[in-house]
């Protein structure tokens, strides 16, 4: 599957952004969609995940309940709303593909090694 991840932008922090990545190859909604960033000298961080149907998904700790991450597989589109934005969510912000989501205990929820296949980042840069 092919990803190409688009919306990114620059905001005021408490602002908001939608992020989309499209999709495409003849199973892409039976893939799920992960959602990592990586800010400047700072290791890539998983921040979302959702499965092929849409029916389950992940966050990490510092975005739950500010982020949600939907998709549309008519569309074969996934999507992650940023809500409240803080000068810490600043990063380059990438979509990528695996099999099912892995959700794992402690800071690291996600593992980018799990998905296969990765779209070109997006930045988003949150201004204070």
């Known amino acids: 599957v092919q990803l190409q991840a688009s919306g990114g932008g620059l905001v005021q922090a408490g602002g908001s952004l939608r992020l989309s990545c499209v999709a495409s190859?003849?199973?892409?909604?039976?893939?799920?969609i992960g959602w990592f960033r990586q800010a400047p000298g700072k290791k890539r961080e998983g921040v979302s995940c959702i499965s092929g149907n849409g029916g389950t998904t992940y966050y990490l700790d510092s975005v739950e309940g500010r982020f949600t991450i939907s998709r549309d597989n008519a569309k074969n589109t996934a999507y992650l709303q940023m809500n409240r934005l803080e000068p810490e969510d600043t990063a380059v912000y990438y979509c990528a593909a695996a099999g099912r989501c892995r959700y794992y205990s402690g800071s690291n929820r996600f593992r980018a090694a799990d998905f296969g296949s990765w779209g070109q980042g997006t930045q988003v840069t949150v201004s204070s």
């Open positions: 190859g003849s199973t892409s909604d039976y893939y799920a």
